[in-house]
């Protein structure tokens, strides 16, 4: 049997992220334009055939993930939620301006901590803490599907999706920062018996606007 197909989604526009602030576990839904471009995002997909899907407990997963699956005929296969999946805690830095914390940190420290692999922000999570939760389930959890020849759709967010494409590209510690996962954007990966990449493909909606970083 075929291994199935691993379809990443990081959900689009929320109204934190409009608003330049860090989101991190706080639950904020969509923007209109978010909304508007999660449907065109289920465009990107259309020639997949999805049989199940994920998304973290946090809303603007679920409403980035529900329109794609309406834009492609497909609402109502299954889908699973889990808190392993959710974004980042950023603790203290939660609903800060991300302009006035580069101001505030300046850019060297605002950096390791908005990128680098085991960077500590006080009261919240490391990217490799994100790592911690996140890899156990997509291996327990998500890989048996795959293995069961099943395509997955998964809708999550920026930062649990850099930790599982460490483990799905198998890229060491101090390469994560170089990691990135746009609004707008959406992975189709092969993968092997251990939930690792054997083939990546890049879809990405046409619109600059929706390019923005985390």
């Given at each position: 049997?075929?291994?199935?197909?691993?379809?990443?989604?990081?959900?689009?526009?929320?109204?934190?992220?409009k608003?330049?602030?860090w989101?991190?576990?706080?639950?904020i839904?969509?923007?209109?334009?978010?909304?508007?471009?999660?449907?065109?995002?289920?465009?990107?997909?259309?020639?997949?055939?999805?049989?199940?899907?994920?998304?973290?407990?946090?809303?603007?997963?679920?409403?980035?993930?529900?329109?794609m699956?309406?834009?492609?005929?497909?609402?109502?296969?299954?889908?699973?939620?889990?808190?392993?999946?959710?974004?980042?805690?950023?603790?203290d830095?939660?609903?800060?301006?991300?302009?006035?914390?580069?101001?505030?940190l300046g850019?060297?420290?605002?950096?390791?901590?908005?990128?680098?692999?085991?960077?500590?922000?006080?009261?919240?999570?490391?990217i490799?803490?994100?790592?911690?939760?996140?890899v156990?389930?997509?291996?327990?959890?998500?890989?048996?599907?795959?293995?069961?020849?099943?395509?997955?759709?998964?809708?999550?967010?920026?930062?649990?999706?850099?930790?599982?494409?460490?483990?799905?590209?198998?890229?060491?510690?101090?390469?994560?920062?170089?990691?990135?996962?746009?609004?707008?954007?959406?992975?189709?990966?092969?993968?092997?018996?251990?939930?690792?990449?054997?083939?990546?493909?890049?879809?990405?909606?046409?619109?600059?606007?929706?390019?923005?970083?985390?």
């Open positions: 049997m075929d291994i199935g197909k691993l379809i990443i989604a990081r959900h689009h526009e929320s109204k934190w992220n608003l330049g602030v989101t991190g576990s706080r639950d839904g969509l923007t209109q334009h978010g909304k508007e471009m999660s449907i065109k995002m289920g465009a990107l997909i259309k020639d997949t055939r999805v049989d199940c899907a994920f998304a973290s407990q946090q809303v603007r997963s679920l409403e980035t993930l529900t329109m699956l309406e834009a492609i005929g497909r609402p109502n296969i299954p889908i699973e939620r889990s808190q392993a999946l959710d974004e980042r805690d950023y603790g830095y939660t609903g800060k301006n991300k302009l006035e914390m580069k101001q505030l850019k060297e420290a605002y950096d390791r901590v908005h990128r680098e692999w085991d960077c500590p922000i006080p009261n919240g999570e490391t490799k803490m994100v790592y911690e939760r996140a156990p389930y997509y291996k327990n959890v998500i890989l048996p599907v795959l293995l069961a020849g099943k395509n997955v759709l998964m809708v999550s967010h920026g930062n649990a999706i850099r930790a599982l494409m460490k483990y799905i590209e198998n890229i060491p510690d101090k390469e994560v920062r170089n990691l990135e996962m746009l609004f707008g954007s959406v992975i189709v990966y092969g993968v092997d018996q251990i939930g690792q990449m054997t083939s990546k493909e890049t879809r990405e909606l046409k619109s600059r606007e929706s390019h923005m970083h985390a």
